[in-house]
């Protein structure tokens, strides 16, 4: 009878003969697949694996080396890695303790769970009866945040994973999880998985470093404990953030980053401040020139704030006649110093001005500053509350956007651009309590990074550039200066 004529009600009567098998391969059998089970759960639980591996090493070496020798050995290791780690910390933690604490946490926090959190957050596929699920590739730690490399299903995008990093975290048990894509792989996707905000914490100013100027000046603590830095020389900087954001620790931060470079005259910092010198006066002593309002300037209040922004296009016009095809990028000397025009609140410069002769020359003068400034050395940096266009209309020709907290969640896709806040940029959600705290983009990473600026007192601000202070001498009565 053919198979389509089978009846359901007629069910096949089969009949299979029966399989002698012996008790003691029954027995084996089943050791065989507890044996299987026990070093599979093994091999899975990093600190089962490195347990055995250790009772294994140590026995044989005990036996090939005897007891006083293995010891002398492990004592020698264990001197080498102290001191390593007391006298390069970094170089330990990029060689062992981040590698190891990867392996751990990659193996009992991770694998673990792995299958059950894609599960649940949605991130599985199931196709004619198999279940597909990402293969996590590789976990790494610093002390703050673990990254875990995933690669994704084929049809997934970075978005899937961004849209369930809440479920994510929750499932690990960390604090926030926010996704990054690889730079030229187009199919993994980066978790960052915070185990404790290292942002919390207040961020001292880092030593003024003289090579800031090439390789970026070092201004903020990123969330994975590592030093962000921002480059000056060709760039424009647009800093917006909503009163008592900490727009001004961000503006001192890139000042104490400067102060080398004003000392031996490769920088000249012309600082405009039209909140009547309220927040950059502290500082005067490092700028070239400071422009703050002057109520009893005949020319109007802000008639100073057009000269500074005119002398800046002034010594832009002079460099592009003298760089016109020797080079793209002018390079900064004592000669030919780098301009750095800051200005505090921008839309004081843009939209408030009752001035309207005042407001036509600076807006002239800015929209050439920032359209053709950066090439011959001279950046602006500014800082604003409101980023929208009625307020700064040349908001687009800043190539450096710090976004720190903002009142609205729309308002961080006028400043970082569409869709960075779905790729992690949550700036409306950043606390009062933490003000510095900001969003930035970072070379070669598509998703803007969270960072924390340090906090530069005003004491601070009076003392840099200042030579240390030598104790003063104490004359001894009848003898010598001590
Ligand atoms: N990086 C930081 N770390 C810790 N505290 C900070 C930091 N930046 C600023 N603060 C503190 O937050 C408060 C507000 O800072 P700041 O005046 O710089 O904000 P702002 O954005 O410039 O505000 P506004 O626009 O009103 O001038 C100050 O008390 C300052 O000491």
Redesign the pocket.
């Known amino acids: 009878m053919a198979l389509s004529q089978v009846r359901a009600d007629a069910p096949l009567r089969v009949s299979p003969q029966p399989v002698r098998v012996a008790v003691w391969a029954v027995v084996l059998a089943w050791l065989a697949r507890r044996l299987w089970r026990l070093l599979v759960l093994i091999a899975r639980c990093p600190a089962a694996l490195l347990g055995l591996s250790v009772v294994v090493v140590g026995i044989v070496a005990w036996q090939v080396l005897g007891l006083a020798l293995l010891l002398g050995i492990l004592g020698t290791v264990l001197l080498v890695l102290l001191g390593w780690r007391l006298r390069w910390p970094d170089g330990f933690h990029r060689g062992v303790s981040g590698p190891v604490r990867g392996w751990l946490r990659g193996g009992w926090v991770y694998r673990r769970r792995w299958t059950t959190a894609m599960d649940t957050a949605g991130l599985t596929v199931t196709r004619n009866g198999t279940t597909y699920v990402p293969p996590l590739l590789r976990a790494r730690s610093t002390s703050s945040v673990d990254r875990v490399t995933v690669r994704m299903i084929p049809g997934q995008t970075l978005e899937d994973y961004a849209a369930v990093s809440d479920r994510l975290a929750q499932t690990f048990g960390t604090t926030d999880c926010r996704t990054r894509s690889v730079p030229s792989k187009p199919h993994l996707v980066e978790l960052w998985l915070l185990v404790c905000d290292p942002l919390t914490a ?2 001292n100013p880092f030593p003024a470093d003289r090579a800031g100027l090439d390789a970026g000046l070092p201004v903020a603590r990123a969330e994975d404990g590592s030093t962000w830095r921002l480059r000056i020389v060709g760039n424009h900087i647009l800093i917006v ?9 961000v503006l001192w ?1 890139i000042v104490t980053g400067l102060t080398p470079s004003i000392a031996n005259g490769v920088v000249k910092v012309w600082a405009v401040d039209p ?1 009547g010198g309220m ?1 950059l006066a502290p500082g005067r002593h490092l700028f070239d020139r400071f422009a703050h309002g002057d109520s009893t300037d005949q020319a109007g209040y802000e008639a100073g704030f057009a000269d500074i922004l005119e002398d800046a296009v002034g010594v832009m016009r002079s460099r592009q006649d003298r760089l016109r095809g020797i080079t793209r990028l002018h390079t900064p000397s004592t000669d030919e110093p780098l301009i750095v025009v800051i200005v505090d ?1 921008l839309a004081a410069l843009t939209g408030w001005v009752a001035d309207r002769t005042a407001k036509k020359r600076i807006e002239s003068a800015l929209g050439l500053l920032l359209s053709q400034g950066r090439a011959v050395g001279v950046v602006v940096i500014g ?1 604003v ?1 409101d980023p929208r266009k009625d307020v700064l209309p040349m908001r687009d020709l800043f190539p450096t956007r710090i976004a ?1 907290r903002l009142n609205e969640a729309e308002q961080v896709a006028l400043v970082l651009g569409p869709g960075a806040r779905n790729r992690g940029a949550r700036c409306d959600l950043i606390p009062d309590s933490l ?3 900001g969003y930035v983009t970072v070379e070669g990473i598509a998703e803007p990074v969270r960072v ?4 530069i ?1 005003d004491n601070t601000i009076t003392t840099l550039g200042q030579p240390a202070r030598v104790p003063a001498l104490t004359v001894v009565k009848g003898g010598a200066a001590a």
């Open positions: 207040l961020v953030g909503a009163t008592g954001a900490g727009k001004g620790s931060s909140k927040e609140e800082a509350q720190l003000p510095g705290v924390r600026f340090s906090h007192t």
